[in-house]
């Protein structure tokens, strides 16, 4: 067998190799979506005020929900994922839950040490997340996603986590938080 035929050969096996490990991969990516999908939602299922995009400072309806769960927001911009020190326009984040995010909301004024043990239950928890203060907020601590609401009295861990895991990613648009 000439160097040439050899090298065809390992190319064609190679290749080979790729496309059957690719169908695989995403064979076992789609069992575990459709895993997820599969569970309920968790949290109170608030109505869906739609989708509306709105220019900044424009006015527009109020929100159903404290903190919102869906409704008009900024069309050209989102929050971004991870922790946020500062509040964060509710029109950004409600377009971050439009792409799937979940939301974990606390009272602004919660006591330093309480923010330190939400930030640890966040990040052990996996998927599309922001973590933010919230200055109205009637509960310690909020979760939201799209059309969903949670809202503890307390910090409960394995309530927080479950709610982010199960509904994160489950919304109108699959999108950068």
Known sequence: MSNETKIIGGIGIATLTILIGGVLLLSGNDAKEQQKESKPFIGQKIADMGSLHVKRNESHADYNSNPPTSGPHWGDGVAGAGIHDDVVPDELLVHSL???????????????????????????????????????????????????????????AKKIKEFIETNNDRAPEKAPI
């Open 98 to 156: 439009e792409h799937g995010a979940a939301i974990l909301w606390y009272k602004a004024d919660l006591p330093k040490e309480q923010v330190k043990t939400l930030e640890t239950i966040f990040a052990g928890a996996s998927g599309k997340k922001i973590m933010v203060p919230r200055k109205n907020l009637d509960v310690p601590v909020a979760l939201t996603s799209w059309n969903y609401l949670l809202k503890l009295k307390t910090i409960d």
